[in-house]
C-alpha cells in the first residue's frame, strides 16, 4: 500500500507533458504581439526608418517622454515614501484611516483625474497639468511597497541607531533608508512604465508623448508600420528603464538571518510637527481623492447646457455603456485567469529552468505599453485574422495579454498554499489529475483566484487605449465614453460615466481588498512587495 502511494505521489511530482503543452501556449500568446511589433518596424526599411525617426517632432517627443517620467517618478517617489514613514512610524492621529486614504486613488485611473482637473481650470494642461494628475495618481505604486516594509521592519535596527544618539532624521537616512531600497526601487519602476505607458491623461491634457504620437499616427493614416517603428522604440525605452532599475538596484540583498519575534515598531511622537505632517496627509487626500470626486458630483448634478460644449447625457447609452463595461470585465477576467492557472500550476507544483522561463516571458508584458500590444493586434487582425477584427473575442484576447501578470501573481500564490499534500491524498484515494485539480485544489485556492480575477476586473473596466483601437464598432464602454465627452469639453455629460466607474472601481478593489487580507494596507502580517518576486501592478 505504500509503494502504491509512492508511486501514485512520484507520478504527482511529475510534470505532466500537457500542462507544460498549455503553459507553453500561454507564453506564445503573450510574445505574438510583441514580435509581430518588432517584425513590421524591421520590415519599415532603412532609409524610410531614418527619416520617420529622425524628425524634429520625434526629437520632441522623446524629450517630453523622458522629463515627465522622470519628474512623476522623483515626485511620488518623495510623496510616497513621506506619506508612508508618517502613517507607520508616527503617533499620528487616525493613522488607519490615513492608511486607506492613501491607497484609494488606485481606484481612480489617470484620466478620470485629468478630467476633474481639466474642468476645474482649462490652464492645468501641458506638462504642469500631466505632472500634477500623474503624481497624484500613481504615488500610491510608491507608498504601498514602502509602507509594507516599514510594517514589517525588524525595530531593533531603528532603536539600536536611536539609543547610540541618531537623531529621527539622520536615523531614516542612515538606517532606514537603505532598508527600503529595494521597494522604493520596486515602486519607482512601476511609476516609471506606469508614466511611460500612458496615453488618456496625455491627450486630454493635450502634452504630447509617443503614445499620443503613436495613436495619432495610426488614426491619420492608419499607417502601421510607422507606429509599429516608434511602438518598437517605446518598448526599447521600457526595457532601458527596467535595465537602470537593475543596475542601481544591484546586487544587494536585505535578509535576516534568524526570523525572531515579530512586534510592531514604536511610533515617534512628533509635537508640535504634527499639524503640518496632518496638513500634507490632507492636501494629499484633497488632491487624490476629494478634487476629483467633488468635481465628478459637482458636474453629475449640473445640467448639460452649463458645460463648455452643451450635451445631455443619454440615459439608454449610459445603461449600454455600464453594461458593456461590465460584460468585457468579466469576461476578460474569467478569461485571464483560466489563463494563467497552467503556467500558475506548473510554477506551484513542478517549478524549474522551464516554468521559470515561461514565467518571465509572460511578465514581458507588464513592461510594454498597452497601445503597443493593442496596435500590434490591430495589424494582425487586419493582416491575418479579418474575422476577428474589432470583435469582442479580440478586445478579451488583448485585456488577457496585458493583464495575464496581475492574475498569474495571485494565482500562483494561491495553488502554493493550497496543500500539496492533500492532491496527492486525493491521488491515492482514485481520483485522477483532472478529478483532484477540480475537487480538491481549485476549491482550496479558490479565494486567490477570486482575488485574481478582482484585480483583472478593476483594470479591465479603466483600461482605455485598447478598448479605443479594438472594441466593435458601436460598442462605447464607461472609459471610452468619458473619454470622448472630457475631449470635446462636455464636462456635466462625462460626470455620471465617471461617478459609475469610481463606483465600479472602488468596490471591486474593496472586494479585493478582503480577499487578500486588510493586513496589506493596514496593520497586520502583510508580505511586502519587495519580497515578491514580481510586484502585482502593472503599468
Request: glycine share 6%; aromatic share 8%; charged share 10%.
Amino acid at each position: 500500500m505504500n509503494a502504491a502511494v509512492l508511486r501514485l505521489a512520484a507520478g504527482a511530482r511529475r510534470r505532466p507533458l500537457s500542462l507544460t503543452a498549455c503553459a507553453a501556449l500561454v507564453a506564445a500568446l503573450v510574445l505574438l504581439p510583441l514580435g509581430f511589433t518588432l517584425w513590421q518596424a524591421i520590415s519599415y526599411g532603412g532609409g524610410d526608418a531614418a527619416e520617420l525617426l529622425f524628425r524634429p517632432i520625434v526629437a520632441r517627443l522623446a524629450g517630453n517622454t523622458a522629463l515627465i517620467v522622470l519628474a512623476s517618478t522623483a515626485s511620488c517617489a518623495v510623496a510616497g515614501t513621506a506619506s508612508a514613514w508618517l502613517v507607520e512610524r508616527t503617533r499620528l492621529p487616525g493613522h488607519k484611516l490615513w492608511a486607506l486614504l492613501c491607497v484609494a486613488p488606485l481606484a481612480i485611473p489617470p484620466f478620470i483625474t485629468s478630467f476633474a482637473w481639466v474642468s476645474i481650470s482649462p490652464d492645468l494642461q501641458g506638462f504642469w497639468g500631466a505632472w500634477l494628475v500623474l503624481t497624484t495618481a500613481y504615488t500610491p505604486l510608491v507608498y504601498l511597497p514602502v509602507s509594507a516594509v516599514l510594517r514589517n521592519m525588524d525595530p531593533a535596527l531603528e532603536e539600536t541607531a536611536r539609543a547610540l544618539g541618531l537623531s529621527p532624521w539622520s536615523c531614516f537616512l542612515r538606517v532606514t533608508l537603505p532598508q527600503l531600497k529595494p521597494a522604493l526601487l520596486g515602486g519607482m519602476l512601476l511609476v516609471a512604465l506606469s508614466t511611460l505607458s500612458e496615453f488618456g491623461a496625455f491627450m486630454l491634457l493635450h502634452f504630447h508623448t509617443f503614445t499620443t504620437e503613436i495613436y495619432a499616427e495610426y488614426r491619420a493614416s492608419f499607417d502601421s508600420a510607422g507606429a509599429s517603428l516608434l511602438a518598437s522604440v517605446l518598448m526599447a525605452a521600457g526595457v532601458l528603464i527596467l535595465l537602470a532599475e537593475l543596475r542601481v538596484r544591484g546586487q544587494s540583498r536585505y535578509q535576516r538571518l534568524d526570523r525572531g519575534a515579530r512586534r510592531a515598531a514604536g511610533r515617534l511622537a512628533l509635537g508640535w510637527k504634527r499639524w503640518p505632517a496632518l496638513a500634507w496627509l490632507l492636501l494629499q487626500a484633497s488632491a487624490t481623492l476629494l478634487a476629483p470626486i467633488a468635481t465628478i458630483l459637482y458636474w453629475t448634478l449640473q445640467p448639460g447646457a452649463d458645460a463648455v460644449t452643451p450635451a445631455e447625457v443619454s440615459p439608454q447609452l449610459l445603461l449600454s455603456a455600464t453594461a458593456s463595461s461590465l460584460g468585457l470585465g468579466l469576461s476578460a477576467a474569467a478569461l485571464t485567469t483560466l489563463l494563467a492557472l497552467p503556467l500558475g500550476y506548473l510554477l506551484a507544483r513542478h517549478p524549474g529552468r522551464l516554468a521559470h522561463l515561461l514565467e518571465r516571458v509572460v511578465y514581458l508584458a507588464q513592461g510594454v505599453p498597452g497601445i503597443v500590444i493593442a496596435l500590434a493586434l490591430v495589424n494582425l487582425a487586419i493582416q491575418w485574422l479579418k474575422p476577428l477584427y474589432q470583435s469582442a473575442a479580440m478586445l478579451a484576447l488583448a485585456y488577457a495579454i496585458m493583464f495575464l501578470p496581475l492574475a498569474l501573481v495571485s494565482v500562483r500564490s494561491a495553488l502554493l498554499q493550497a496543500e500539496s499534500r492533500l492532491e496527492e491524498l486525493a491521488r491515492s484515494l482514485g481520483l485522477n489529475w483532472w478529478q483532484s485539480l477540480w475537487r480538491v485544489v481549485l476549491p482550496l485556492a479558490a479565494p486567490g483566484l477570486g482575488a485574481a480575477a478582482s484585480l483583472v476586473f478593476v483594470s479591465v473596466i479603466t483600461e482605455l487605449t485598447a478598448t479605443l483601437l479594438l472594441a466593435p464598432i458601436g460598442t462605447e464602454t464607461l472609459a471610452t465614453q468619458v473619454w470622448a465627452d472630457t475631449a470635446a469639453l462636455a464636462f456635466a455629460a462625462a460626470a455620471p460615466y465617471a461617478a459609475i466607474l469610481i463606483a465600479l472601481s472602488l468596490s471591486a478593489t474593496w472586494l479585493l481588498m478582503s480577499c487578500l487580507g486588510r493586513g496589506a494596507v493596514l496593520d497586520g502580517q502583510a508580505q511586502p512587495w519587495n519580497q515578491q518576486e514580481d510586484p502585482p501592478c502593472r503599468n
